[in-house]
Nanobody
Framework: QVQLVESGGGLVQAGGSLRLSCAASGSIFSINAMGWYRQAPGKQRELVAT???????NYADSVKGRFTLSRDNAKNTVYLQMNSLKPEDTAVYYC?????????????????WGQGTQVTVSS
């Protein structure tokens, strides 16, 4: 079984900072990519930032220059540092991972989601 454990959400004033963490655990053969998506009330879930196994990052235009995604390969963990937060960043943030499980004989690649963590930015 694979589990994604998220932490770090909360309430912050506009202009403040928060750091989200997401740790993957379980029978993981390899991590292809990890990142964060968010969903605000009444809106579709959208990409925030992702990082590939090769270290390439991709950010939504709305967070470029304010958010930084990093990873600790030894801990199978990614960190989303969010600075200069705005009220429009308010959403439930979901960790996403593209993981390969199994063994060298049989590998299966799937998307996995965390349970979500609330980020609220007050004006």
């Amino acid at each position: 079984q694979v589990q994604l454990v998220e932490s770090g959400g909360g309430l912050v004033q506009a202009g403040g900072s928060l750091r989200l963490s997401c740790a993957a655990s379980g029978s993981i053969f390899s991590i292809n990519a990890m990142g964060w998506y968010r969903q605000a009330p009444g809106k579709q879930r959208e990409l925030v930032a992702t990082i590939t196994s090769g270290g390439s990052t991709n950010y939504a235009d709305s967070v470029k220059g304010r958010f930084t995604l990093s990873r600790d390969n030894a801990k199978n963990t990614v960190y989303l540092q969010m600075n200069s937060l705005k009220p429009e960043d308010t959403a439930v943030y979901y960790c996403n991972a593209v993981l390969t499980t199994g063994s060298s004989l049989l590998k299966i690649t799937n998307h996995y989601w965390g349970q979500g963590t609330q980020v609220t930015v007050s004006s």
